[in-house]
């Protein structure tokens, strides 16, 4: 009953023509950054946040979310028609989305791609409606123990999902921390690394640093390594769109499991929509009777990416909501959102704050629906615009970065700070060093480490703390085992390679 | 690459020693329990042994690990350089035409469009920018000496 009531209360405040106007805009951003190339959701958003400051907050995060999700969306329309992902999120997407092309059936692949955004989004939504609350249940028993060890279990995955070097994330996160420990103390109230300059007193805003390090550095990477390939000519009727009776039986099951693994993966800290398509896909091949027809055209390997990027891109909000924690960039920005408007997502939110929260959870029904509805009907307008050149893109970025920073403290300090943060996220790219794991912990840091100082004030200064409270003995361990985890996969592949090499007949060994 | 990643490991190495360095200089434990130098001091530890294993790694693997400058690397250092210009003139042109003439500027660079398109391309954008940002957003842009 409550969650009708809930559902009630959403849908009066998201189908409000004001907030259906932020919901289409939203989506339509997001479908349109996801075509286009070297901007990603993360970036569109805290070049938008800014501007978005004297909006009402609920219209601002509904059209935030409807990028996110939209960005998943347009990613799809280069990865089947130029082999080239518009996002990470849509790499598995190419393998057989572009062979679907070659084929003559891109309109089935964007087809079925949408289609399974929205059945899967829809499940996801339905799946957060009633997981969220419960999660914010179980968070108003969190106190500073259990809030620390869910960062460090959050910092632990990043190790886990973070790419191939393990050690470079971590070094990525301490450096988020180390940002976010500059200016003043909240506790002693004394200056930490700010060496007598007095703009640094109030620590580096994170609109600023999200501006450079996912902006204008994505700028210069686009630059080097330009995202090129050949847009197949392609006729898009209306009919290319319908899917054949085979198409729906073959993927009707690859949608309802990405959808599932696709929110699994989202809700879990750090998980990410490009791990969730990853999974999906090999889950899919794996579930497969014929896993040869993979990377050659089958509808189902375009059918469980897509469903799992958008349904982990909803599920992402779950950890948001209702513990305060962002699993994503993408959510790490909007969670400066909610910081810039003075808002703190955490369990009490959904009691403080239950209009923005169902708000925002029922426009997502209406994204996804709206982003159907576009994905099979405005197909062509978002094709001419991947002939856009770069240039202007670029222009575009640097335009909306520079006010950004700008407007943070109306200062020319952060424009130059922006800029500074582009030139290390450039070199941290180009080094591998990952940004995600800077960025999560930039937005943390400070609940983290005022966390574990409360902790150690309750304990007196005892570790143990961490270890007698069952929820954070349980957190820690998990991080652990994640930190560990290089560890336990070097040592398993060794142990295999170990395996293969070992003689099979030792007796064939001996001496007559 | 193998240079550029020996050389960011001293980088970071050396940040990581400057971290200790400056945090053992703050409190580490107060009578309210850990002070403000207590979390920097084990990031900047944790730093400095990270820094240490990624070294060592680069220095015991002897394969190569891709460029550090490629191709189109001076085409991005020309756009840093450009975007460097501008921020220093943004205080004497304002932001709707110092980020405007940047737009033209950077096209005729690096798309090579005609001058006519890259002036117009100017033009267009400072007038947007002057329109949405300071007019509608009313956003306290700098408007520089020409006070636009």
Same mark, same amino acid.
């Given at each position: 009953m409550d969650l009708l009531n809930n559902l009630y209360t959403g849908f009066s405040i998201a189908l409000t023509f004001n907030?259906?106007?932020?919901?289409?805009?939203?989506?339509?951003?997001?479908?349109?950054?996801?075509?286009?190339p070297g901007i990603g959701a993360p970036t569109a958003i805290a070049l938008l946040l800014p501007l978005t400051f004297k909006a009402n907050p609920t219209s601002a995060l509904i059209m935030f979310a409807g990028i996110y999700y939209g960005v998943a969306y347009g990613g799809t329309i280069t990865s089947?028609?130029?082999?080239?992902?518009?996002?990470?999120?849509?790499?598995?997407?190419?393998?057989?989305?572009?062979?679907?092309?070659?084929?003559? #059936?891109?309109?089935?692949?964007?087809?079925?791609?949408?289609?399974?955004?929205?059945?899967?989004?829809?499940?996801?939504?339905?799946?957060?409606?009633?997981?969220?609350?419960?999660?914010?249940?179980?968070?108003?028993?969190?106190?500073?123990?259990?809030?620390?060890?869910?960062?460090?279990m959050a910092f632990g995955l990043l190790t886990v999902f973070g790419g191939e070097q393990p050690v470079k994330t971590v070094i990525s996160t301490m450096l988020g921390l180390l940002i976010a420990t500059i200016g003043l103390d909240v506790v002693s109230g004394?200056?930490?690394?700010?060496?007598?300059?007095?703009?640094?007193?109030?620590?580096?805003?994170?609109?600023?640093?999200?501006?450079?390090?996912?902006?204008?550095?994505? %700028?210069?990477?686009?630059?080097?390594?330009?995202?090129?390939?050949?847009?197949?000519?392609?006729?898009?009727?209306? #009919?290319?769109?319908?899917?054949?009776?085979?198409?729906?039986?073959?993927?009707?099951?690859?949608?309802? #499991?990405?959808?599932i693994i696709g929110f699994l993966v989202g809700i879990i800290p750090a998980g990410g929509i490009t791990t969730a398509s990853f999974l999906a896909y090999l889950a899919e091949?794996?579930?497969?009777?014929?896993?040869?027809?993979?990377?050659?055209?089958?509808?189902?390997g375009v059918a469980a990416p897509e469903s799992a990027n958008n349904a982990a891109s909803i599920s992402g909000f779950a950890p948001l909501l209702a513990l305060g924690i962002p699993g994503s960039p993408t959510t790490a920005v909007m969670l400066a959102g909610?910081?810039?408007?003075?808002?703190?997502?955490?369990?009490?939110?959904?009691?403080?704050?239950?209009?923005? %929260?169902?708000?925002?959870?029922?426009?997502?029904?209406?994204?996804?629906?709206?982003?159907?509805?576009?994905?099979?009907?405005?197909?062509?307008?978002?094709?001419?615009?991947?002939?856009?050149?770069?240039?202007?893109?670029?222009?575009?970025?640097?335009?909306?970065?520079?006010?950004?920073?700008?407007?943070?403290?109306n200062?020319?300090?952060?424009?130059?700070?922006?800029?500074?943060?582009?030139?290390?996220?450039?070199?941290?790219?180009?080094?591998?060093?990952?940004?995600?794991?800077?960025?999560?912990?930039?937005?943390l840091g400070n609940l983290s480490e005022n966390s574990l100082r409360q902790t150690l004030i309750i304990s007196g200064g005892s570790l143990s703390i961490f270890f007698t409270r069952p929820i954070s003995a349980f957190f820690v361990i998990a991080a652990i085992l994640a930190y560990l985890s290089p560890l336990i996969r070097w040592g398993w592949k060794r142990l295999r390679r170990g395996l293969v090499h070992a003689p099979s007949h030792p007796e064939s060994n001996q001496s007559p | 690459m193998r240079m550029a990643d020996l050389i960011g490991g001293v980088?970071?190495?050396?940040?990581?020693?400057?971290?200790?360095?400056?945090?053992?200089?703050?409190?580490?434990?107060?009578?309210y329990g850990p002070g403000p130098g207590f979390l920097p001091l084990w990031v900047g530890v944790v730093i400095v042994g990270c820094a240490m294993f990624v070294l060592v790694n680069v220095l015991r693997k002897h394969e190569k690990i891709g460029v550090f400058f490629k191709a189109r690397t001076k085409l991005g250092l020309r756009v840093l350089a450009m975007i460097f210009i501008t921020f220093l003139l943004l205080p004497l042109l304002g932001f709707s035409i110092g980020l405007g003439l940047f737009v033209g500027i950077t096209m005729r660079i690096m798309g090579r469009h005609h001058w006519a398109s890259c002036g117009l391309t100017s033009v267009v954008t400072a007038i947007c920018i002057h329109l949405i940002f300071i007019?509608?957003?009313?956003?306290?842009?700098?408007?520089?000496?020409?006070g636009w």
């Open positions: 907030n259906i106007i932020y919901c289409l805009v939203g989506v339509l951003f997001g479908q349109i950054i996801g075509v286009l089947v028609l130029i082999n080239v992902p518009g996002e990470s999120s849509t790499v598995m997407t190419c393998l057989d989305g572009y062979q679907m092309a070659l084929k003559g #059936r891109a309109g089935a692949a964007l087809s079925v791609a949408a289609i399974g955004s929205f059945v899967a989004g829809t499940i996801s939504v339905v799946i957060l409606m009633a997981f969220a609350p419960a999660l914010a249940k179980l968070a108003l028993r969190f106190g500073p123990a259990e809030y620390f060890s869910l960062t460090l004394m200056p930490r690394f700010a060496f007598g300059v007095p703009q640094l007193l109030g620590g580096f805003d994170f609109i600023v640093i999200i501006c450079g390090m996912f902006g204008i550095a994505e %700028v210069f990477c686009s630059i080097e390594e330009p995202e090129e390939g050949e847009l197949l000519k392609s006729k898009f009727r209306l #009919r290319d769109f319908f899917l054949t009776w085979q198409d729906w039986i073959a993927s009707r099951w690859a949608i309802i #499991r990405g959808g091949k794996r579930a497969s009777r014929h896993p040869e027809r993979f990377g050659q055209g089958a509808i189902e909610f910081m810039m408007w003075g808002i703190r997502p955490g369990p009490l939110l959904f009691q403080t704050k239950p209009d923005l %929260v169902w708000g925002l959870i029922s426009s997502m029904y209406i994204g996804n629906f709206l982003l159907l509805l576009i994905n099979i009907f405005l197909i062509p307008a978002f094709v001419a615009l991947l002939r856009l050149p770069y240039t202007i893109i670029m222009g575009f970025i640097v335009i909306f970065a520079s006010v950004g920073a700008y407007s943070v403290n200062s020319l300090f952060d424009v130059w700070m922006m800029l500074g943060f582009a030139v290390l996220g450039y070199l941290m790219r180009k080094l591998n060093y990952p940004i995600v794991p800077l960025i999560l912990a930039l937005v | 980088v970071v190495l050396l940040l990581g020693l400057a971290v200790v360095f400056f945090s053992s200089q703050l409190p580490y434990y107060s009578e007019s509608w957003l009313t956003i306290p842009l700098p408007q520089g000496l020409i």
